[in-house]
Every structure is written in structure tokens, then in C-alpha cells.
């Protein structure tokens, strides 16, 4: 241990650790001893130079230091992030999620590794790295997972917005094995195709799997309108739900040839596809006298961080007042943000609002938030990203 690199905290700043906390804020950091690169494992200890945690560092982050540990006799090798990963594959099993689902197998400081997701497909395996700590060790994240039952093909998909932010350049391309012509994302009896290179995140929206399922429950013989479609997945549920007429709208056209080839994969009919701006489409419905029974509403994250709150909230009001009018007496509203920076509560208010601007009485009759295996840890609220809430207008 004596020539481990240390992170000295200042006084008082080791009690979010102390409640296992994973993070250390630039700001939190007296001194750093010992000269340690990015990606290099730290001793973090407190202001009496008590141990606390052993973290990996990452210089050119304002979260300088992510926990590995809080017991600091461990050491952080290859086989701590093979077991890490073999874990976090474990714990999924244990969910109820079908076997041969997609399933989402690492969700980052959930899973005691920070700056890892991994994605599961069937064979297919694609994961993405945002931090040093965890890049220094892709060999071992990459065996660990080519070792899992039954995978065939391991796909980098590290070109997130945020690598930038660690000193990190994107990385993309097969690891393990290789990437078959079609990739599937089972839900129960319904398969969407994954764009595995180039699709959003790591190629497909597992974190809707619940609201898919309830979306179906509730189609028959519904006028429905999904807004935002992109690979057309609540579309595709909606019609094996039995819905009496569908619309998807989104603006992006290649999204939408992805949603009629999910449509053919799955043998059903999703009927019109808009593509659009939902803004000004949603007003030209609502100029049209449009009215549907079902709406859902899952715009992409509109608030990267908090500065952009505020803006953000505008837009789902926005959206959410437009849709509400939409709506007939009876109908449900599914809606969502995916925003970390926006609260629930925060969403909540702005649905209110959206109703009383509206000039509709609704009840929310469900809340929605992110399936099992994207997991909140009680330690780390920031997991939390995805809320929905489904409404019903009287
Ligand atoms: N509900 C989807 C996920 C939505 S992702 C699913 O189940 O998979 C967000 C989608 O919104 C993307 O397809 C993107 O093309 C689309 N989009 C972004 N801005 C838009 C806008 N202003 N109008 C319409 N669509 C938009």
C-alpha cells in the first residue's frame, strides 16, 4: 500500500461516502498525493487520514473520483472487474425478466461500476465506457463479458456526448466475436430490430419495457398516437393490443422506416406514420380537431444538465398541454421524461399544469419509472432518470 496514490478530503466532505455515496467532487479534494494518472486507483482518506474508499481518478472531471470500494483490502485488477460484471449478470437473472429478453446487464454505479452500461440482445452484447477508470480496464470487461452463456458478439459503443468530458476519445466496433446481419430485441412474443452500430444509446429503448407492456394492455380498440416513435416499439405494442388506429409521429425519417420494418418483423399494422416536428404537428392535430383515446409522450432527454431545466420544463409543458387537448374524456395520457435533471415532483407540476392550462380535469392513475434492471441504488439517487406518469382526463 505505500506507494498507493492518496486523495486527502476536506473536513466534513467524507460523509456522503461514509453513507456509500460513490462520488468525489473536485471540490471535496484537499490534496492528492503520489502523482496518479487517470484511470489509476486512489486511496481516498479522510481529514484524519482515516481510509475510506479506494477510487478510480479521473483528473479532468469535476467528479474527480469514483468509489471501486469501501473495503480497502481489495485489490482493483482484472478479476474485480470480471466479478464486478459477472455479478451484475447474476443479479438479472434473478429479476423475472424472460430468458432471451433484452436486458439491460450493467447500469453503471448501480452495479459497482461506474461508467459502464452493458445492453443485451440474445447473443449480442453491446456495452459502452464514459469513464478512465473503467477504459483502462476494457480488456477485462470484454473477456468477462464473451465469457457469459450463450454470447457470440461483443460490440463496443463508447461515442457517448460525455467521454469528452473524461479525456476520452469515442470507440466503437466489435470486441468479441461477430456482429450478426440482424440483431433482435425480444420482449415477450414481440422482437424489434437493434441498429446496434449506429441507434441511439446502444441501439434500443429496453428502459420502456414495463410501459410497452401497459400501453398494450390498454390499446384495444383505441385511437392511439405515439409521439416521438422512433423505432416505433409503443406503436408495434399498441397494435398487438388491439388498437383501432394508430398514428406515430416523429421527425426523423430513417426512424420511421424503422418503425414500418418493426411493424412487418412483428405482422401487424401501426398504420400512419408522420414525419414531423410533434411540436407543430401536435398543434396542426389540435388545429384539425384531431382527438385520440390513448397518447403516448416520450420525448428524448430535453435537460442535459440543470442549466437546462428550465427550458426543458417549457417543452414538456408545451407538449403535455397540446396532448392533453388531444385527448378525449376517458382517454389515457402516457408521459415521460428521461431527464436526470428533471424531478418527478418537478414533472409532476408541469403535467398539472399543463392540465389546468389546458382547461382538463385529469387523474393520475399510474406512475412509471425504470424497470428492475436499470436499478435505483437507495445510495445513489442520481440513478433515477426515467419517470412517466399515465393520466386520465375526465
Ligand atoms: N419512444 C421511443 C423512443 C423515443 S427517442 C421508443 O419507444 O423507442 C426520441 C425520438 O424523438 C427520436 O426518434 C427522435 O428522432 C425523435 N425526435 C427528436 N426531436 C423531435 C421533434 N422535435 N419532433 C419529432 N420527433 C423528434
Redesign the pocket.
Known amino acids: 500500500m505505500s506507494d498507493q496514490s492518496t486523495i486527502r478530503l476536506k473536513a466534513g466532505r467524507d460523509r456522503s461516502l461514509r453513507r456509500h455515496h460513490p462520488w468525489i467532487m473536485s471540490g471535496s479534494v484537499d490534496r492528492v498525493t503520489g502523482d496518479p494518472q487517470p484511470g489509476d486507483t486512489v486511496l481516498v482518506i479522510d481529514d484524519a487520514n482515516r481510509p475510506v474508499a479506494l477510487a478510480s481518478y479521473s483528473p479532468h472531471s469535476s467528479i474527480r473520483a469514483r468509489v471501486w470500494t469501501f473495503d480497502i483490502e481489495q485489490s482493483i485488477d482484472d478479476d474485480f472487474v470480471a466479478n464486478r460484471v459477472a455479478a451484475a449478470a447474476e443479479r438479472r437473472h434473478r429479476l423475472g425478466i424472460a430468458n432471451g429478453d433484452a436486458v439491460r446487464l450493467v447500469f453503471g454505479e448501480a452495479d459497482g461500476l461506474p461508467g459502464l452500461v452493458v445492453d443485451r440482445y440474445g447473443p449480442v452484447v453491446v456495452f459502452q465506457i464514459t469513464t478512465v477508470g473503467v477504459d483502462a480496464r476494457r480488456d477485462a470487461v470484454v473477456s468477462a463479458l464473451a465469457s457469459l452463456d450463450g454470447v457470440e458478439c461483443v460490440y463496443e459503443r463508447s461515442d457517448g456526448d460525455n467521454r469528452s468530458r473524461e479525456g476520452l476519445e469515442p470507440r466503437t466496433g466489435v470486441r468479441h466475436g461477430s456482429l450478426p446481419a440482424d440483431v433482435w430485441a425480444r420482449e415477450g412474443d414481440l422482437r424489434?430490430h437493434v441498429d446496434v452500430e449506429h441507434g441511439?444509446k446502444t441501439g434500443?429503448?429496453i428502459d420502456?419495457r414495463d410501459s410497452?407492456r401497459l400501453v398494450a394492455r390498454h390499446s384495444r380498440d383505441r385511437a392511439v398516437l405515439?409521439?416521438?416513435?422512433?423505432?416505433?416499439?409503443?406503436s408495434v405494442a399498441a397494435a398487438r393490443g388491439g388498437a383501432a388506429s394508430i398514428t406515430t409521429?416523429?421527425?426523423?425519417g430513417p426512424?420511421l422506416r424503422l418503425a414500418e420494418a418493426n411493424a412487418r418483423a412483428n405482422n401487424v399494422d401501426i398504420g400512419d406514420l408522420v414525419e414531423?416536428?410533434?411540436?407543430?404537428?401536435l398543434r396542426s392535430l389540435r388545429d384539425r380537431r384531431a382527438s385520440f383515446d390513448l397518447i403516448?409522450l416520450?420525448?428524448?432527454k430535453l435537460a442535459n444538465n440543470p442549466n437546462q431545466v428550465d427550458r426543458a420544463t417549457r417543452a414538456y409543458k408545451d407538449l403535455n398541454l397540446l396532448a392533453l387537448k388531444l385527448l378525449r374524456p376517458g382517454g389515457l395520457l402516457f408521459t415521460?421524461s428521461c431527464s436526470g435533471a428533471v424531478s418527478s415532483d418537478l414533472f409532476q407540476k408541469v403535467v398539472a399544469g399543463a392540465a389546468v392550462d389546458a382547461n382538463r380535469e385529469a387523474h393520475i392513475v399510474g406512475r412509471l419509472g425504470q424497470p428492475s434492471d436499470h436499478p435505483i441504488p437507495l445510495h445513489f439517487p442520481e440513478a433515477e432518470y426515467l419517470k412517466g406518469l399515465i393520466v386520465l382526463t375526465l
Not at 276 to 281: H, I, N, P, R, S
Open positions: 424489434f441511439h434500443f429503448y420502456q410497452r405515439n409521439v416521438f416513435g422512433y423505432t416505433g416499439s409503443f409521429i416523429d421527425s426523423s426512424a414531423a416536428d410533434a411540436f407543430t404537428e403516448v416520450d420525448p428524448p415521460y
